[in-house]
């Protein structure tokens, strides 16, 4: 199993607060992936990083932000919850070494996140 | 833009039954294809996947051909064991590299 891993795994906050879920890797990886799973939507794209302080918008940017100040961590901020973020959050790796297109992507284990 | 269907479930099935999960696309260029799992609790697994027309991808007794004629990517197993019971997701990278997933299906074999 790739070595990677979120945490908290689980949090409950409330509207309005600011929330960083943080994803780290051991595999030294240079393509991180912020996904978001929500019932009837399979995962969609947040964020992704393609290197330290490389950072891109993905189908569903509006209301986070990332960071990636070294190789082995994405964080992922919810600069004011809402509830519409309500979800599970996956963090995913890739090494793109073939090609980003051809490459596996190795998923984390998910947060899940409730904003009351 | 690039698209993923995948047919609507649940689909429920009996222990040894043949199973057959539709996934089509739409993308430009020539994607690379895969097929995700994830069981109950868990983060998402690549089970097969397929970089070129006519490819097969194959895992765990689970097949899946590379179809540009019928952009088609279609899962199927023999016989299926209660362990299978898991969600299913297809998927794709297009020309922007980016993975692109269907809604996911959600299996259930029973003894």
């Known amino acids: 199993d790739a070595g990677i891993t979120q945490s908290p795994r689980h949090k409950v906050t409330e509207t309005g607060t600011p929330v960083t879920l943080r994803c780290h890797q051991t595999?030294?990886?240079?393509?991180m992936y912020w996904y978001r799973q929500d019932p009837g939507h399979g995962l969609r794209l947040i964020h992704y990083?393609?290197?330290?302080?490389?950072?891109d918008k993905g189908e569903v940017s509006d209301g986070y932000s990332v960071s990636r100040s070294k190789t082995e961590d994405f964080l992922l901020t919810l600069e004011s919850a809402t509830s519409s973020q309500t979800s599970v959050y996956f963090c995913a790796i890739s090494e793109a070494s073939g090609g980003a297109g051809t490459d596996t992507q190795y998923f984390g284990p998910g947060t899940r996140l409730t904003v009351l | 833009g690039d698209s993923v269907t995948q047919m609507e479930g649940p689909v429920t099935l009996s222990e040894e039954a043949f199973l057959t999960i539709n996934c089509t696309y739409t993308?430009?260029?020539?994607?690379?294809l895969f097929w995700y799992v994830q069981y109950p609790g868990e983060g998402l697994q690549l089970l097969l996947k397929?970089?070129?027309?006519?490819d097969k991808g194959s895992n765990k007794g689970f097949e899946a051909t590379y179809r540009k004629e019928t952009t088609s990517f279609h899962l199927e197993k023999g016989s299926v064991q209660v362990s299978d019971s898991a969600v299913y997701f297809c998927?794709?990278?297009?020309?922007?590299?980016?993975?692109?997933f269907g809604k996911g299906i959600t299996l259930s074999v029973r003894p």
């Open positions: 998927a794709l990278t297009g020309a922007n590299s980016k993975l692109t």
């Open positions: 993308a430009t260029g020539y994607p690379s």
């Open positions: 990083s393609y290197g330290v302080k490389d950072t």
């Open positions: 595999e030294n990886h240079r393509y």
């Open positions: 397929a970089t070129k027309a006519d």
